[in-house]
Every structure is written in structure tokens, then in C-alpha cells.
């Protein structure tokens, strides 16, 4: 294109002030305010100027754009001030999806944020009495209650809170054990997600490693050979993102705790994923439980309360009392504590254990859900999108694909699995959805679907994009079968 015939365009240009006298503009102005109003209208001026520079536009092509500049500016409006964080639909069948923010919260824990949150309340503060009180204790009570008073010497269990499980790893080798030894397996030497590794948070704790054993093979003697007058502290970290299989050997808890007894040295566990109740009923084999630690003996359990637990992200440390009111005056307690909004969803999750209400908890819910039950949810879901009047088999057999003219989907068997770091063999028998779409890639159709106002998130597998409806709520299947709808006829267009 001429510089000529550009500065022409150039010309055609409305200014920022006559965008926003615009009435359209004007009414985005008085309802959003006029600042962001008038960014978008110099987002959109700016990207017209561009593609006019770069000879994208022509006249007429500039004469579309200009008739829908306010719609333009509505639509960055729109973008500026959305918010980044939102709820997506999880279709992966991957329960603590760790991207998706794993474990999502309980209606009660929902209910009770939104009681507290917006309200002044009783943090630190004891109502009868009229002092100052402890944060610890709204769920100091409820954690007695699930995992009972005692563990196996007796000791009267305590539970204190921090931000997640690595803070609480730090802040535990910290008090127990800084500027002396750690004794670990090194075949416990993990590395989780983002790069968060035993090793380093133990050198920011000031404790020092001391590894002993090889990765496959650590006996209850490497341990007490590695003791000297240095030795502050014995850890176990739970394998809770993979598994050592073949010729192995792991020291059992039993024998890490007498030698612990034996020795005058606590013994501390890094579980992780930190289960509240026995997972064999879930049809989740091989998984401890806090209970099973402590019971044991193990002086301090660690975990999280996204994961297993079902809660908020936090980080709880669990054992004896004498052992965690020093991690409590510990000064990293302080930065690594959490806020009102955590121990509200955390109170309230808490409580359905203690009601025995596990259904009222999502994960734990999703886990207990059948094959069969996720089967029929699936075939509902298929049956909408039929009636909609986007898919019309002429025939459906048992294992085949029913097709219409873009759209084709079959119920096929799968496996849900548990994932953020937890049960790494454990898989759910399941029914999923198998989609593909003429004239669109499996990673094209998956595209797509994210673009859904509610973006569904699904798994790509073999050229078909897999949608398991455990980690859908129920109610959201009709957005799912929505979103399908929306996809069959944009490619149909």
C-alpha cells in the first residue's frame, strides 16, 4: 500500500475523544468508568494504526472495522477487566489435577468462607472472654476429634497449620533439627511438582542431609549405622508421586520407630498427600493414612490439605505436643501461616469428617462414584447432544461409534486416576467419552472446547479427545454436551 493512500486512512481515524462520545462508548464509560473505558479505546485505536501500517487494511477492510470499533472496545473492555482466574470443567478423569487447582472445596467450606469473609470475625479473639485468642484453634479441635487424642507412646496429638506441605516440611526440619543431621533414605529423595526437592528445602531449613541406603534398597541398619552425636532428627518421605518396584527394600515404620525409641531421636514423615480416612473403600489400595502414621508412632506427620484431605491448600503438621508447640514459637510459624479464608474451608471440611459426611467432600465423592454410575452420565450426555439435533446415528452397537455429519462419539471404558502427587498407581475403573469431529484435529476439537465459556479441559489420546465425567460435577453435564453442540456446529459452518 502507497504511504499516501495510508496516511489517508490514517486520517479516517477517529480520535480517543470522539470514541468516547461515541453513545455506545459513553454508556460503557458511565457503567465501567472512564479510565478503563478510555485504555480499551486506545488498545483498539493502536491495533488499527498497526495493521494499517502494515498494509492489513485496506479501505474497505478499515470501513468493516471502524462500524464495529465499539464493539471492539467492549470486547477489550471486557478482556481488561475479566477476571484472569476462573472455574473451568476438569474432563481429564485426574482427580488432584494440580493445574486445576486441585482438590475443589465443599459446599459447607464455601458457604462458611462466604459467612466469614466478608464480615468481621473471631480469628484471634475469644468472645467470652474478651481477649486475645489463637488462630489454632478453630480447627485444633475438629483435627482431635478425627485423628483421636493419643498416638502409640501416648503423647497427646497437636496440629498446627501452615501454607502448604513444603512449608511445612521446612518449618518442621527447622525446629527439630537445624544445624544438625537428617537421616533419609536415598531412595526417598523426591522431587515434586515445580521443582520443589527434599534436599533443597532441607538445606533452607539449616538442617543438614545425611543419605543413606541406595535408591532401591534402605534397611533399618543403614539407619542406625548413620547416627552419631550430630544426628537431630530420622525422616521418612512418602513416594507419593511414583513407585520403586523390582529388587527393593524400604525399613518398615515399625522398625524406623523403635530404632527412633531406641536412639532418644523423633521420627518425622513427609506423607503428602494426606489422607483423613482408609482409601481401600475408595477402591485406592496401598495409600497411608495420617491415622496410620501416628497410630504407628511416627512422633510428626507433615501433609496437605488439597490433595487427599479434600480442603484448602495448607500444610499441616501433626504429633506430639511437646514436639509441635516448638514448631508453633518457631518465628517461621509466623510467615508461613495461613488466613481466615483457609481455616474457614478447613474448619468446615474437618467437620464432615467428623460427621462421617464423605460425600459432602468433592474429591472423596469422586472417588467413591462407579464405573456404571459415570457410565449412565455418559450416555445421557451423548443422548442430549443427539436430541439437540446435532448427532444422528443410524445405528449404535455396544463398543461402536455412533457418527453424524461432523460429530462422533462413543462410550468407551477407561481409568480415572488420583494424580497431584498422590496413590501414583491407583487407577478407577471408568466410562468416558470418545469425541472426534470431521474436519477438526483431536488437539483442534480440545482447542475448542477450552474456548467454551465454561472451558472444559479434556485428555487427547489416539487422535480423539476423552472426556471422564467423574471429575465433572453433575450439574455441569449439560455444558459439557453444550460445549460439544457449540464445537459440531462451528465446524459444520
Sequence with gaps: MRSTAKSELFRELPSVDELLRAPGVATLA????????????????????HEISSGFLDRPALEIALNGIESAIADDLRRALGHSLRSVINATGVILHTNLGRAPLAETAIKHIRGTAGRYSNL?????????????????????????????NSARVSTIVVNNNAAAVLLALNTLADSGEVIVSRGELVEIGGSFRIPDVMTKSGAILREVGTTN?????????????????????????????????????AELVELARKRGLPLMEDLGSGALVDLESFGVAGEPSVHDSLRAGVDVVTYSGDKLLGGPQ??????????????????????????????AALEATLLAYVKRNHDAIPVLKMMRL????????????AAQVRDD??????HKEP?????????????????SVIGGGAAPS???????????????????????????????????EEGRVLLDLRTVFAEQDKEVAAALERVAGGAER
Excluded at 475469644?126 to 498416638?151: I, N
Aim: proline share 3%; aromatic share 4%; hydrophobic share 40%.
Design 399 to 415: 463398543g461402536k461409534d455412533g457418527a453424524h455429519g461432523t460429530l462422533e462419539i462413543a462410550v468407551i471404558d477407561g481409568e
Design 389 to 394: 439435533g446435532n448427532f444422528h446415528p443410524t
Design 30 to 49: 458511565a457503567a465501567e468508568g472512564i479510565s478503563p473505558v478510555t485504555d480499551a479505546a486506545r488498545a483498539v485505536l493502536a491495533r488499527l494504526r
Design 124 to 152: 484471634e479473639f475469644e468472645v467470652e472472654a474478651g481477649v486475645r485468642g489463637k488462630r489454632d484453634v478453630h480447627v485444633e479441635r475438629l483435627f482431635q476429634k478425627v485423628l483421636g487424642p493419643e498416638t502409640r
Design 370 to 381: 462407579t464405573r456404571d454410575e459415570i457410565g449412565r452420565r455418559a450416555d445421557a450426555v
Design 217 to 253: 534398597r534402605t534397611r533399618v541398619g543403614d539407619y542406625e549405622e548413620a547416627i552419631n552425636e550430630r544426628t537431630r532428627l530420622l525422616l521418612r518421605v512418602h513416594r507419593s508421586n511414583f513407585e520403586v518396584t523390582g529388587f527393593t527394600e524400604q525399613a518398615s515404620t
Design 314 to 343: 495448607a500444610g499441616m503438621i501433626s504429633g506430639g505436643a511437646d514436639l509441635v508447640v516448638r514448631m508453633r514459637t518457631n518465628s517461621l510459624f509466623r510467615a508461613l501461616r495461613v488466613d481466615k479464608l483457609t481455616y
Design 426 to 460: 491407583a487407577v478407577l475403573p471408568t466410562r468416558m467419552l470418545a469425541v472426534t469431529c470431521k474436519g477438526l484435529s483431536a488437539d483442534e476439537l480440545a482447542a475448542r472446547l477450552r474456548g467454551s465459556d465454561s472451558p472444559v479441559i479434556a485428555r487427547v
